[in-house]
């Protein structure tokens, strides 16, 4: 005898609970009220949730789940950064960060096991790719995240493992439920996508959502981009800076955040910043400078903070709003470009448990 699978409630968004309690024969409000008690309440047992009629919610058990990725392994970082290795279903390992400010707290968050594009500076593209993430793997993790904190992240990012734009719908169901107001009540411009390039990707991000857009940038000429980023050579700079202007130009507030790693001697001249001023003239623009995070392995090697600040005052000059990002994490090899899902004896042995919270508190 065959047993269909329960569905994982953790990823549906409002519409898909609505019409998936109408299949039911349930009452569209108790779908919302479900997605209320799972996101906004943290609670996982649905006997636990009281406004749901008791028939009901015995079907629910019968055909339904709220699964969550596992906390195999969390770390914190001197600085108050801590990296969470979570365990999925069929036993892959991704990473989550949260990293804590004075007023607001981030999340980090993974789209992928791994990353196909293969970009020679980022540690997760040396592990190579496993698969995509579902929308409850991706949401899973700003539930944890809440749990773990006590409280909602006020910004998420998707700039953990992998690259989201390739995981194009899954992404987007779980940026609508950050979104949500019966779930985590993130700003649109408090949640951030980041891409390497993928055009036709982000031209369709632009018809469906308009959260704000980060892209690995790296270079300000297709020669060097091709090294360092091998997606420029489908997509190169002709196709991916007009892509990005049109993404912002609907609101003339919102800006293009592009992410410019340092590496030693490789893009770090003023003649590169000259370069990328020629390149982002006329586009509205945010640079963040971010020193290069070591990995094993690896033949490049941090630019020297004097030559960070002359590039950064170079751009500044221009009219180009740039800052160096502080680095994060790098002590438990949470910061940029560092995150890799792997699970060894030795950093198991490091990492430390938290405690967990067994309800959000909102």
Request: hydrophobic share 40%; net charge positive.
């Amino acid at each position: 005898m065959s047993y269909a699978p329960k569905i994982n409630l953790l990823g549906l968004t409002r519409s898909e609970m609505e019409v998936y309690f109408a299949d039911l024969g349930a009452k569209a409000f108790h779908g919302r009220n479900v997605l209320k008690w799972i996101h906004k309440h943290g609670v996982l047992d649905f006997d636990a949730m009281t406004d749901v009629p008791q028939k009901l919610r015995a079907l629910l058990a019968e055909k339904a789940e709220i699964r969550l990725p596992r906390i195999a392994l969390a770390q914190p970082a001197d600085d108050g950064t801590i990296k969470w290795v979570l365990e999925l279903a069929d036993g892959q390992h991704i990473e989550t960060v949260s990293i804590p400010e004075e007023k607001r707290s981030t999340i980090c968050v993974s789209s992928q096991v791994g990353c196909a594009l293969d970009c020679s500076f980022c540690s997760t593209a040396q592990q190579g790719f496993n698969r995509n993430l579902t929308s409850a793997e991706i949401i899973g993790q700003v539930w944890l995240a809440t749990r773990e904190l006590g409280r909602p992240p006020t910004n998420v990012v998707l700039m953990g493992m992998g690259e989201p734009l390739a995981n194009f719908d899954n992404v987007v169901r779980a940026m609508e439920l950050m979104q949500e107001d019966l779930a985590y009540m993130i700003s649109k411009v408090r949640v951030t996508i980041s891409t390497s390039g993928i055009v036709p990707a982000l031209e369709r991000l632009g018809e469906v959502s308009d959260v704000s857009l980060a892209v690995s940038l790296h270079a300000p000429d297709n020669v060097l981009r091709d090294q360092l980023v091998p997606i420029n050579r489908k997509y190169p700079l002709e196709q991916l800076i007009p892509a990005c202007k049109a993404y912002v130009s609907k609101d003339k507030r919102r800006k293009i955040t592009w992410e410019y790693v340092m590496l030693d001697g490789v893009n770090d001249s003023i003649a590169h910043a000259k370069a990328l001023i020629r390149l982002l003239e006329g586009v509205p623009s945010k640079v963040n400078l971010i020193p290069f995070n070591p990995f094993p392995g690896t033949a490049y090697r941090t630019s020297p903070a004097d030559r960070v600040e002359a590039f950064r005052q170079r751009l500044k000059r221009a009219g180009i709003m740039a800052m160096t990002r502080k680095t994060r994490g790098d002590d438990i090899d949470a910061a940029c470009g560092q995150l890799v899902g792997k699970v060894n004896d030795r950093s198991r042995r490091q990492l430390k448990r938290i405690p967990v919270v067994q309800e959000c508190r909102q």
